[in-house]
């Protein structure tokens, strides 16, 4: 169980390290926490992948072919970003 640390808001709980090796939901956590990870940079990689396409199209838009370009490169990132966050998801999911 953890505690609410006395100078930080209530709603706000953390667990010492020495609370962590005897609790027994450790394992549970740690999954999700991998599990958050995860969509975590999915959702980053989706981000990055629309703030390029909004780049691209712009710099199309206003003939700044530097900005169409940049924005293609930021978008692709972006989609390598997230198609790992889902490798990795699909993988955790068929172990």
């Not at 989706?46 to 710099?59: L, N």
């Not at 169409?68 to 993988?91: F, H, R, S, T």
């Amino acid at each position: 169980m953890c505690v609410a640390e006395p100078t930080a808001h209530p709603s706000r709980a953390y667990c010492s390290p020495q609370r962590w090796e005897s609790d027994s939901a450790l394992g549970d956590e740690s999954i999700h926490l991998q599990d958050r990870q995860m969509k975590k940079q999915q959702v980053k990689g989706r981000y990055e992948e629309a703030k390029g396409k909004v780049k691209e199209v712009s710099g199309h838009v206003v003939g700044n072919e530097k900005l169409e370009v940049e924005g293609k490169l930021q978008k692709n990132a972006g989609k390598v970003q997230a198609d790992i966050g889902d490798a990795k998801k699909k993988i955790k999911k068929n172990s």
